[in-house]
């Protein structure tokens, strides 16, 4: 059983960072893929960043140049470092993992950007 926990969200101010952190239960290497996806109160769930086995990383143009994905194998966990925040980042933030036989979801972790 395949198991992704994020954690790191929280409160910040616009302008703020803050860095989000996957966990998975297995070595990410295994998966073809990594990505991060966010959701929005009352909006559908979006692309946010990828970063392949081989570490190479696509992002969402509304992220683009903010945010920054990352992997350590050792540690099997993803990282999504999130600066220059902005109110319109404020969504549930989900990892997931893509494989030859399916994809799987974390539990998601709250991000609130507000002064």
């Known amino acids: 059983q395949v198991q992704l926990v994020e954690s790191g969200g929280g409160l910040v101010q616009p302008g703020g960072s803050l860095r989000l952190s996957c966990a998975a239960s297995?070595?990410?290497?295994?998966?073809?893929?990594m990505l991060w996806y966010r959701q929005a109160p009352g909006k559908g769930r979006e692309f946010v960043a990828r970063?392949?086995?081989?570490?190479?990383?696509n992002y969402a143009e509304y992220v683009k140049g903010r945010f920054t994905i990352s992997r350590d194998n050792a540690k099997n966990t993803v990282y999504l470092q999130m600066n220059s925040l902005k109110p319109e980042d404020t969504a549930v933030y989900y990892c997931?993992?893509?494989?030859?036989?399916?994809?799987?979801w974390g539990q998601g972790t709250q991000v609130t950007v507000s002064s």
């Open positions: 970063i392949t086995r081989g570490s190479t990383t």
């Open positions: 997931n993992a893509e494989s030859a036989i399916g994809t799987y």
């Open positions: 297995g070595s990410i290497f295994s998966y073809n893929a």
